[in-house]
């Protein structure tokens, strides 16, 4: 049984009760939601939306599914981001503009440009996603952040009921933040429009990529981020995860120096604000972490920073997990975590 809603005379948005999610998210957790649509188009959003408060649910719309912890069931509507599309809009001697639709794979978008010789996004390969949620989380790895790339992006403000335009300073971007974080669910990114310099030099300063030649090219840089990921972090298609787990804690500069002093090999980055970043992951491998189980949840024997599902994990251990860690950094060395991907 589908319910279709007609509310715009040409876009249609159907609905699919008790749409199963498990296969949706890449921690594996079984969950369904009330209803489950597909948004293929632009247009789709304001029908969208006005179906969901006519059966007075929440709308929520969900990517790759790659940074999300899901409950066992959501009383809402889901939508799942599939508008494709991706074209070069604009060229100058400086820079080329590229569009993407928000349903566009984000490692798929980031190897087009390469192949079309338009170097810059190569060290945001292999993130698992989507386009839409780039922004959400400002993602990063090797050294870059979308922040480095970013022009602006088109969203749907399901309080204003209008689609509206972002640039840059708008979206508040910083380390795995941005304005999108803080409002959950308000905006529905469906497209965004993104930066290649026209003079392109490598980004090898990441330990993982410094061994590369400096006349590298971007093919071969892509390439290495994604050996290099997959050295390191557990097949979400085997082993379900959402990459990390937590972010790496930002501290003040004396809490850094305390910490140091009696922790003498604890690693720490040095922020522009004069701040200190700390890895999460040694926090949690010295906290006695690293390949711990609980149920079917578990800490990856890889990398401290990301819970894995063994097999069939539930949500409730994950949280159990999750909580267990929190306490023991807090206890052992007095800095708190955040987690990283959402629970909805
Ligand atoms: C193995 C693995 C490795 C990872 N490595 C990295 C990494 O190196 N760096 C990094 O930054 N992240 C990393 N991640 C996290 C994740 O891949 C990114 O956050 C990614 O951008 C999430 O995309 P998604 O489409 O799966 O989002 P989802 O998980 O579907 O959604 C995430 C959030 O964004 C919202 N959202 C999704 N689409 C839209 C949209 N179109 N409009 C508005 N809101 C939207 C959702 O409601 C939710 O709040 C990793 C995850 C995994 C599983």
Known sequence: MSVTASLSASHHVELTPDFDLSAHNTLGLEARARFGATITNANEAAPLLEEARRLDLPLRVLGGGSNVVLRPFYDGVVARMSIKGRAVVSQTPSETVVEFGAGEDWHEAVCWTVAQG??????LAGIPGTMGAAPVQNIGAYGCELVDRFVSLVAFDTSEQAMVTFDRAACNFSYRQSVFKGTPGRFIVVSVKLSLPREWRPNLAYPGLNQLP???DAATILD???AVRQSKLPDWRRTGN???FFHNPIVSADVANQLTASHINMPRYPQAD????????????QSGFKGYRLGGAGVSERHALVLVNNGGATQAEIAELAERITSAVRD?????LVQEPELI
Request: negative net charge.
């Open 214 to 216: 400096e006349d590298v």
């Open 224 to 226: 290495t981020v994604v």
């Open 118 to 123: 338009l170097p810059g996004l190569e060290n």
């Open 274 to 285: 004069g701040r200190a970043k700390l890895s999460a992951a040694w926090l949690i491998e």
């Open 332 to 336: 052992r060395f007095g800095v708190s």
């Open 242 to 244: 959402a990459g990390s």
